[in-house]
């Protein structure tokens, strides 16, 4: 048997093909990196939407030096009472709200640890530092805790991580099971009524597990499974339409889009206001972001603020749903 070259068996070896796979994995393994620490790597508040209560001119007064913070942190606006204050935050549109009380020197602030501990934590540092160099001191009312056993107000994070990665998983396996590409419509078909499936038993069990089983998240378990199955097959929907229009690079194309762009723009360890303009941009629009968003106001907002969300989700399924349909038409016309 002749000897063979080492730059003939490299050769052999790594194939151009393969040689491509791996340039493509170093690339999206440089873009994770520069996505999750460019995302999360120096959390700073910026237009975080804000109430201010205050009789008479004090009103106009406080909305007027929050509005000139360095950096704006904060978007004041004044509000009537404490009881506005509270219920816009629980709708959700407000984060926090600072209660004046000009015959005292105590002030209040309300916060809601159940959208992001690591967001009402900031704003409580923040407001304090304000006080104290007006010679005040605050009391800080968390209208919306998270749960016991969410401290952090993490667990909505990860189901909704735990649910994308069931989608991508499932959608893949099925379709490079027999060949990246769909032959058929009808087998494209099948792929989507299988997806479905999983998304259905995906739900329901995620929903379970940090429901009644962990305890982690309030919340009713019937509303988290029909988001559950909502995001899993949007993600799943979105894999084999990538897949049947570019193949196994579609796979690559999912975990850019829902994995490094998509997961440190959820707003699950930052919350949207601490994100930096382009993830706080892209984030609601990206199935983790909609997912991690509608969750929360599941456990947390009594449902509340989820029309965006759920219709970002949806078309990401409809949309999915209808390219993967047309790819498999498209390759089988001759």
């Known amino acids: 048997m002749p000897h063979r070259s080492f730059r003939a ?4 070896a790594v194939t151009p093909r393969a040689t491509l796979l791996i340039l493509g994995v170093v690339a999206l393994q440089l873009l994770f990196i520069a996505s999750y620490v460019g995302a999360l790597h120096d959390p700073r508040p910026k237009d975080v939407p804000f109430g201010v209560v205050a009789p008479g001119a004090a009103a106009q007064q406080t909305t007027t030096r929050l509005e000139r913070l360095p950096g704006t942190p904060l978007d004041p606006r004044a509000l009537p009472d404490e009881a506005t204050a509270r219920q816009r935050i629980r709708e959700r549109d407000i984060d926090a709200a600072l209660i004046v009380d000009p015959s005292g020197t105590t002030d ?6 159940g959208g992001g501990r690591v967001l009402s934590t900031t704003l409580t540092a923040l407001v304090t530092n304000l006080e104290k160099s ?3 001191t605050l009391r800080t009312v968390d209208v919306v805790p998270s749960a016991p056993h969410d401290p952090n107000g993490l667990s909505s994070f990860y189901l909704v991580v735990g649910w994308c990665v069931g989608g991508y ?10 060949g990246a590409k769909p032959s058929d419509p009808a087998r494209a078909a099948i792929r989507l009524a299988v997806t479905a499936l999983i998304a259905v038993v995906g739900g329901l069990g995620g929903a379970l597990i940090a429901g009644p089983v962990l305890d982690a998240l309030p919340g009713g378990t019937a509303a988290l499974w029909g988001l559950g199955a909502l995001i899993i097959f949007a993600v799943g929907a979105a894999t084999l339409a990538l897949q049947g229009l570019f193949g196994t690079i579609g796979i690559g194309l999912v975990i850019l889009l829902v994995v490094i762009l998509g997961n440190p723009s959820a707003g699950g360890a930052l919350p949207p206001p601490l994100l930096p303009p ?3 941009a892209i984030g609601p629009a990206l199935p983790p972001g909609a997912g991690t968003w509608s969750t929360r106001s599941i456990a947390y907002f009594d449902h509340h603020a989820m029309t965006g969300p759920l219709l970002v989700l949806a078309a990401w399924a409809l949309i ?3 390219v993967t349909m047309a790819a498999a038409t498209r390759r089988r016309t001759p």
């Open 9 to 12: 068996e490299v050769t052999d």
């Open 108 to 113: 209040t602030l309300l916060v809601a640890s």
């Open 134 to 136: 007006e010679r005040r």
């Open 169 to 178: 998983l499932g959608a893949a396996a099925l379709a490079v099971s027999a």
């Open 278 to 280: 382009f993830w706080k």
């Open 320 to 322: 999915g749903t209808a």
